[in-house]
């Protein structure tokens, strides 16, 4: 399990890259949370880059590869949401795709979740952090589980 939230303030120039190999016989369930400026005191990312780029790789066969490129105040790709959300979850069925769908939706249009294969990734935008970390940590206490037998318990650091 893993789990990161990153911050990037105006004027930062970052790359990020998340790269997870796994064996048929592996299980995950990672998430990225990040933010684009201080919206809560209505910074916005006006300038700087980031690139990030994520890879999901079974058995050495690619399961996802995504890249992004946000620059020069530009958040036209992240529908000028500030709050950027990913859940990955494997191995998946149909049954964890609509869990997953029906966790989402008080995020209303800036949200959904797929299902490749058997990997799970459940996407959002949002304006808003604590909507953002409630969502994700309902979809994380409801999968967790699944893959542990046992009961999700969360983690000390998120009481904090």
């Avoid at 893993?2 to 299980?27: D, E, I």
């Avoid at 869990?99 to 799970?120: K, V």
């Avoid at 940590?137 to 904090?160: G, M, N, Y």
Wanted: proline letters at 5%; glycine letters at 6%; aromatic letters at 8%.
């Amino acid at each position: 399990m893993a789990a990161a939230g990153h911050h990037y303030l105006s004027g930062a120039n970052a790359a990020l890259r998340s790269v997870f190999h796994l064996k048929a016989s592996s299980t995950l369930l990672a998430w990225e949370l990040y933010c684009l400026g201080r919206p809560v005191i209505g910074e916005t990312f006006s300038h700087g880059t980031l690139e990030s780029r994520l890879e999901v790789w079974v058995d050495d066969e690619p399961r996802l590869i995504e890249r992004q490129h946000l620059s020069d105040g530009d958040l036209t790709p992240v529908a000028g949401q500030p709050w950027l959300g990913t859940l990955l979850f494997y191995p998946a069925g149909d049954t964890h795709l609509d869990t997953a769908r029906e966790l989402l939706a008080p995020l209303n249009t800036f949200a959904g979740a797929t299902l490749t294969d058997d990997l799970l990734s459940v996407r959002f935008l949002s304006h808003d952090n604590l909507i953002c970390q409630r969502v994700m940590r309902d979809i994380w206490q409801s999968l967790r589980p699944l893959l542990t037998t046992k009961t999700a318990c969360s983690p000390r650091i998120w009481q904090t």
